[in-house]
């Protein structure tokens, strides 16, 4: 039996339920897997009273602190977060929060390894709580904890010391490892860990009847993905005033969302875009097959989810030139990788509406991502450790 502590900072919340659902998926099966006894940690931070009071908590604050998350058990502990201020301390402050109450649960579920789901602020604060209760601890790094976290004074010196002490490492790309090692990581330790794709729900669908359900006759393009200025949806937008004809759905939300309905009515093509705010992931396949391209030029990623969620869709994909943008889009059909500028994104999409790929064919770039795949080789990598330890 593989007994398996899953710390996420990142994980879904039942208000907020596409809160990484990437993590939720990803450990929901290796969770399934025979031999496999797996519970979630998942802190929540939260500022001192009276901050915490705040509305903008109200969510975090009211979460139990332990229940099934659909059939795995989650514990939501909290730990003193200050908004904004000595983020450089978040680590220490999780891990301190974290120590009784996981010496606590030993007692009950002896967990063999702690696997780590980001690098920052998760890396480190497994560090020290392996260091603690002597058990072994791998890391996965999956784009913005590396490319944003790991160049942040205080910060990056925290996760070079993980790395280093980790006694596995993990990475969505082979960019991303290169990444890793640019800024100091040990690459010959990195093992490359893939996304997976649910090939049943993200599937090609007849797109002229997608289109029509939704009142729609011409090219029909989506973003989806959380509104904030590197997913680089202002980018999208001023890209949609290049294609007069199309309609463009962004499926998401976040704090740039008022800001971009802004720019949508200044660029006049507020009429041709819709806000979809949001939508549960199992929602995510039809508005991805309907659509002609999707687009997310973002100005970081890793290996971003929806990438490969399109590609499955039969849907091609217009990004920019970032994390494992080239390992993705390997052949014409996958899509385009176009610099972050309104012009070469529309004339990427304008190339592929001219020529528009089988959806069969845009479908096989995404066949080498499974998340049967992606547990196995997980599974493979945490029993590893263990053996080793």
């Known amino acids: 039996m593989l007994r398996v502590l899953t710390l996420s900072s990142l994980f879904p919340r039942p208000a907020e339920p596409t809160f990484g659902v990437f993590v939720e998926r990803q450990t929901l099966g290796l969770a399934a897997l025979p031999g496999v006894a797996l519970e979630v940690v998942a802190p929540v931070g939260l500022p001192p009273w009276p901050l915490s009071l705040h509305p903008h908590y109200a969510s975090r604050a009211g979460l139990a602190e332990q229940e099934q998350w659909k059939g795995v058990t989650v514990h939501r502990p909290r730990f003193r977060a200050w908004p904004k201020l000595n983020r450089a301390g978040t680590a220490r402050a999780m891990a301190r929060a974290l120590l009784p109450m996981l010496g606590a649960l030993r007692t009950r579920f002896a967990f063999d390894v702690i696997d780590a789901e980001f690098f920052w602020p998760d890396g480190p604060a497994a560090m020290m709580l392996a260091g603690a209760l002597g058990v072994p601890f791998s890391i996965k790094a999956r784009g913005g904890d590396i490319q944003e976290s790991g160049t942040r004074p205080g910060i990056a010196a ?13 990475t969505v790309s082979a960019a ?44 029909l393009l989506v ?27 962004v499926v998401g939300d976040g704090p740039d969302r ?90 990427a999409v304008r190339s592929i509406l001219a020529d528009p790929p089988a959806q069969e064919a845009v479908r096989k770039a995404a066949e080498r991502f499974s998340w049967e795949k992606n547990s196995r080789e997980l599974f493979e990598h945490l029993s590893g450790l263990v053996e080793r330890h």
């Open 223 to 249: 973003t989806a993905g959380w509104l904030i200025p590197p997913k680089g949806q202002r980018l999208t937008l001023a890209a949609l005033a290049h294609i007069p004809e199309a309609i463009l759905l």
């Open 158 to 170: 925290q996760m070079k010391a993980a790395a280093r002490a980790a006694d596995g490492l993990l």
């Open 258 to 347: 008022k800001a971009l309905e802004g720019l949508a009515r200044k660029l006049g093509v507020a009429g041709r875009v819709r806000f979809l705010g949001n939508r549960p992931h199992d929602e995510l396949p039809a508005l991805l097959a309907a659509a002609d391209a999707m687009l997310l030029p973002s100005a970081s990623e890793g290996l971003a989810n929806v990438w490969v969620e399109a590609l499955a869709c039969g849907t091609p994909i217009v990004i920019s030139d970032v994390g494992a943008a080239r390992e993705v889009v390997d052949r014409p059909e996958a899509g385009r990788i176009a610099a972050r500028d309104p012009a070469a994104i529309a004339e």
């Open 176 to 219: 991303l490892r290169d990444s890793m090692t640019a800024l100091g990581m040990p690459g010959e330790r990195i093992r490359i860990h893939h996304t997976g794709v649910d090939h049943d729900r993200f599937r090609p669908a007849d797109r002229a009847a997608a289109k029509a359900a939704m009142g729609v006759a011409g090219p």
